[in-house]
Structures are given as C-alpha cells and as structure tokens.
C-alpha cells in the first residue's frame, strides 16, 4: 500500500474521489494547524475557528459515509476504524475543554499542543492505512460516487464539537439534521456580532448561547448515542 500522500491526482482517481477530497483537506488542516503554532491571541483564535469549522464537518462525513463502507469491505474494518473514531472523539472533548479554559489558563497551552498532536496524528492513520485500505477495494468509478456522498455530507454537517453523540449510526445520523441547524446559526450570529455594530453584540451573543444550550439538550437525547462504541462514549 502506498500512502496518499505519495499519490498525484490521477492516481488518486481524479478529483473527484473520495481520496482526493480527503487529501486537500488534510493539506488545508496542515496550513491552519501551522498558523496556530506560529500565532497567539486573536489571531490563534480566529486560525482555531477555521480549523474547527474544517475539522468536524470532514469527520463527521467519514464517519457517516466512509467508515461504514470500510467495515462492510474489511474483515478488520471495525478495528481500523475504531482508532480513528477514538481520535476524533478525542478532538472532541479536547476542543470542548479549551473552548471551556481561559487565554491565560495553564493548561491552556498542553491541551493545545495535545490537539494538534491527535489531528495529525488522525491524518496519518487515514492517509497511511485506512484510505488506501479502500483503495484497493474500491473501483475508481465508486471512489468518484463516494467522493460526491462524502462532500454532500460534509457541506451540510454540524461545525462544532458534539463529545455525547455517537461516533456511529445511527446515532450520528440522527443527530446531523438539529445540530447541523443549532452550530451553522451559531456560526452566522457569532459573524454578525463580529462584522455589526457593537450594540448588536451582546443581543447576537446572548441568541447563539440559547442555541447553544439546546444543541446541549439535543446531545443527550437517547437516539443520539445509539450505534456508539464504549470505548468513544462520554458517558455524561
């Protein structure tokens, strides 16, 4: 097996395979991962709130598109793909926690570093074992169909770290519809109050926490958990 990236585009299956799409974005995570080591303050900030609306849209159309394929074609895909389950839940709770530190808090830093550690340690198990795994199963022409479900999903996919949903179906499906609404209106008034008039702020700021409190809600929901593995459960 060859990694993907010691592969060109065509032998890749053109871009439109799945492998091609998986290896622009992880170009993209490497570059903003970068920015965040060279930077600090808001400009830390605003790299981290890039790489965390590229970060789980792409995972969450792995885990909902590609995984299962990957274990219904693989004898050992329910191993190769708990791994990177493991990781992705890890990121998870990670972004959870340093969302939840302040700037100066001491453990700030180490849950930094421990983030961009697991995120590229997660794009080396994929472009190293599990996607060319796929590779040599899969025709072209279904990498090129799978490339189109992959980017559907993750064009449509929630944007913020959800650590309580399964990792899995169904519970990861469930969840897609509410909680990709709740993170991308989120995301829109958490602009607005950055782009409008600062007597909008806190109006915008208080709306996106209300929002954020149901996504809370929808979270802990039973369905949400079904399908889940224990080893990547929060368990709260």
Do not use: C
């Not at 065509?10 to 799409?21: H, I, M, N, Q, T």
């Not at 996919?157 to 499906?173: D, E, I, K, L, Q």
């Not at 989120?186 to 109006?203: F, I, M, N, T, V």
Request: aromatic fraction near 2%.
């Amino acid at each position: 097996m060859r990694s993907l990236s010691e592969q060109n585009l065509d032998e890749l299956g053109g871009r439109w395979s799945v492998l091609a799409r998986q290896k622009l974005d992880h170009i993209e995570l490497d570059r903003l991962l970068g920015e965040v080591e060279r930077t600090g303050g808001a400009e830390q900030k605003l790299a981290l709130i890039k790489t965390y609306r590229l970060v789980f849209p792409h995972a969450f159309a792995e885990e909902s598109v590609l995984w299962p394929v990957l274990r219904a074609e693989l004898s050992d895909g329910h191993e190769l793909t708990l791994r990177v389950e493991q990781e992705h839940q890890e990121v998870n709770e990670l972004v959870t926690l340093l969302e939840n530190l302040g700037e100066a808090h001491p453990e700030r830093d180490e849950v930094l570093r421990r983030l961009i550690t697991v995120l590229r340690d997660d794009v080396r198990d994929e472009e190293d074992e599990l996607l060319p795994r796929l590779q040599e199963k899969l025709s072209p022409a279904r990498l090129r169909a799978l490339g189109a479900a992959w980017e559907t999903v993750r064009r449509t996919a929630p944007t913020r770290p959800h650590p309580v949903v399964a990792r899995r179906p169904p519970g990861n499906v469930a969840a897609a519809l509410p909680l990709t609404v709740t993170d991308r209106l989120r995301d829109a008034l958490e602009s607005a109050a950055l782009r409008g008039p600062d007597a909008l702020g806190p109006a915008l700021t208080a709306a996106s926490g209300v929002l954020a409190r149901a996504a809370g809600a929808i979270e802990h929901l039973p369905i949400m958990r079904r399908g889940e593995d224990p080893s990547t459960s929060k368990g709260t």
